[in-house]
Structure formats: C-alpha cells, structure tokens
C-alpha cells in the first residue's frame, strides 16, 4: 500500500506545518497505543479559511473544505508526534463539531470533508467510528472543529 | 450474572438491526481493549423517534425515551463489533449531546435515559464516567445524541 | 518533583471533596492505562461559582476561574478512583465545553484556566492534548465543563 504522504500527493495536497504549542497544550499526545489530537481549526497558511456558522455565513460546500483541512491539521499533529504517518495503525475515532445555525442539520455532511480525507489517505484503516454535532460557535469564530484518535 | 440480552428482554427490548455503515465511517471500532462508538442518535425502525430540541418541541420525558434507545442503538453497534455484549467488562465512558434550547437546562436527566439502561443491562460493569452537554443542533435535527466507550 | 498536591498549596488550592455519585455514572472510572473522569461543573462547596453564558451574563475572566475548579473537581474525581494524584504520569487529553453567547469566540482563553492550573500541578507531565468548544447551555446552567484523561 502507498504511503499516507503519497496519497495525499495524490489529492494535491501536503501535511502542513504542525501549529505551535500554545500555551499549556499541545497539538497531539500519545499514550499507550493511541494519539489523541487537540481540536483542529481549518488554519491554512496561518489563516482561517473561512469564518462563521454553518447555515448561514458559512455554505454547506465551504463547510466540507474546512472539514477536510482540519483533517489534515490533525495528520500533521499526528506527524508531528510518532514522526512517520506510515506508522499510523488504524484512525480509531474522529469528532467534529460543526458552528451551526440553529436550523442547519447537516453535521454528517459536513464531517464526511473529514471522514473521506481520512479513508482515502488511509484505505480500510481510515474507517473509524465518528460523532458529528452542532456548537453556536468556536474558536476564532470557525465553522468546524475536528479532533481524532488513532492507533500506532 | 444474567446475560445482557436477557437483561434487556426483561425491560421488554432488544438489540436492534445496527445501522448501516455510511460513507467512511463506521457503527463503532475496537483499538486495544477499548470498543468506541459512532454518535447514535434515537432511530427507531429506521426513523427518529422524535425531531427538534428539548426545551422547545421536544418534552423532556420524550428525551429521555430517545436517549435509551440511543443507547441501545449504541449496544447495537458494539455488539456488531465484537459479537457478543457478553464481552463488555465494563462501560468506560458515555457522551450525551443533547439538543437544547438556550434555557433548558436539564441536560443530566435526559442522559439518565442512557446511563440507567446500562446501568439494568450491565449491572454494576454498566456504571460509568458521563459528560451531558447542550447543543444548539443535532444531524437530521435529533434532540439526543449518545456514543459510548466499553472495555472488553 | 514535589507531589501534586504540594503544587496545588503552593497556589493556595487544596483538593476538594468529590461530587457524590449520582444515579448510573460516577464522577471517573479507571480502564487499562487511563482514568477518564465524567464533564466537571465548576461546583465549590457544594455550589455553582457562576451561572449563565460567556459573553453575557458570566464574564471571560470569571469564566477562567469556573475552569480552573472545573480542572480542579476533576482531580478530585482521579484523586478518589486511584488514591494518590502522584500516580499520574500524564494528563493526556481536556475537553473544555464553554456555554457561550453566539458572538463569543474566546473559548481557549476560557480553557486555560483548566490547562494552566494542570501544567502547574503536574509540569511536563500535565502538557495535554485539548478541544475546547462553544455549547449553547450546561447542566444546572453552568458556563463551563471540563472533562479530563489521564495516564496512570
């Protein structure tokens, strides 16, 4: 099987810079046989990507894309951490909370950004158990949030 | 000690059909000895046994209904997973999201739903660490949503 | 290094007494490697130090504190599932939910109150992973709970 990084290449795309640690925490910790991710924003290139709730500044479309890039936040957490995504098992769990209007109710949808980048990256060790919820807001005034746990 | 099945025909359910896997993700994993479950919401026969938020169109005994089978839901999935709910030592862990308006405020008693079945499916090993949270908005507008962590 | 509790005097705290049990979960369980505590409310002496949202009635620097003895009763709940905080040899991961106002976007801030005081009690050991996220409304109305993993 392809490494996770020729994959990626594969999509277009490359494990960005690891955010710097703030403060008291970190962007991932491993114990035992898993690595736990902070929560990631969809920061690229130093920014938000976009702003806003998911319903209503934010479309479903723009919401799926900040998916995927959280996703990919959280691989170069993972990186950042066991030095070699190849040594990544299986991803194990994967929440995403999605800044909604009251009304919009397609957090599935919107997770899938995730989930899919994940599989692709990853084949069957990508399938992993998934919540998706509605927040009001987030961080920085993001639309999504995504941390992960996989097995090393 | 009775089989959790037959504890849970004696409150007059069973374990239903375990939802179908949905995009690339999954009913629940097993990493190390832990089984981790998707967020299930309260489908019933295929359908949401109720939509909205509580506090609002949703009463809260109507919750706690959803809850418990939300949790059953989750049994469903574990069992799908390992095969037997004879295999679970203990119920590590359950998170209950909870669609809320912005004053309701009883978010524990509509996790109690939850927690109480597996406490009377698991006896003493169904006792459990819990976060209940509120939300603003939950997928396909479900007013609970519940994933579980079991040792097994 | 000295013992955590040591640290936690040198900042005038102490340990508090654990929420008592309720109903089917308790405040931690332990499983494997990891004792997972359940969502901490900022209780002190048996009451809320704040009700109400972030961002509106509850201000950012209370919030701080509600966070940091939300951080504080979780260690509480570790202390009373393992006997002894110096058995801790990682804080591994914090979820911070933080009942917000819409517009209110400071949700790390707020959760630095938990991540600090564990990076003073436990130094290196205390760096964790973290989500930190926005809800609409807590339990009892209270503007902040915290859940915590640790490595034993």
Redesign the interface.
Same mark, same amino acid.
């Given at each position: 099987m392809a490494h996770p990084e020729e994959r990626l290449a594969e999509l277009g795309l490359t494990v960005p810079e690891v955010a710097k640690? #703030? =403060? =008291?925490?970190?962007?991932?910790?491993r114990?035992?046989?898993?690595v736990?991710?902070?929560?990631q924003l969809p920061m690229r290139g130093g920014e938000l990507m976009a702003t806003g $709730?998911v319903g209503g500044a934010v479309s479903p479309e723009d919401a799926v894309a900040c998916a995927q890039q959280c996703a990919l936040n959280a691989l170069a957490a993972v990186k950042a951490e066991i030095g070699d995504l190849a040594l990544v098992k *299986?991803v #194990? $769990?994967?929440?995403a +909370?999605v800044?909604?209007? &009251? %009304? +919009?109710?397609?957090?599935?949808q919107v997770a899938?950004g995730a989930? @899919?980048l /994940?599989?692709r990256v990853f084949g069957e060790a990508?399938?992993?158990? *998934?919540? =998706? #919820?509605?927040? &009001?807001? /987030?961080? /920085? %005034?993001a639309p999504v @949030?995504v @941390?992960i746990?996989v097995?090393v």
């Open positions: 640690p #703030v =403060a =008291a925490y970190v962007p991932a910790v114990s035992g046989i898993h736990m991710t902070s929560g $709730k *299986r #194990v $769990k994967v929440v +909370f800044s909604s209007t &009251p %009304d +919009f109710t397609g957090q599935p899938n989930s @899919e /994940l599989g990508g399938v992993h158990a *998934r919540s =998706a #919820v509605g927040v &009001p807001v /987030l961080p /920085l %005034d @949030e @941390e746990v097995e």
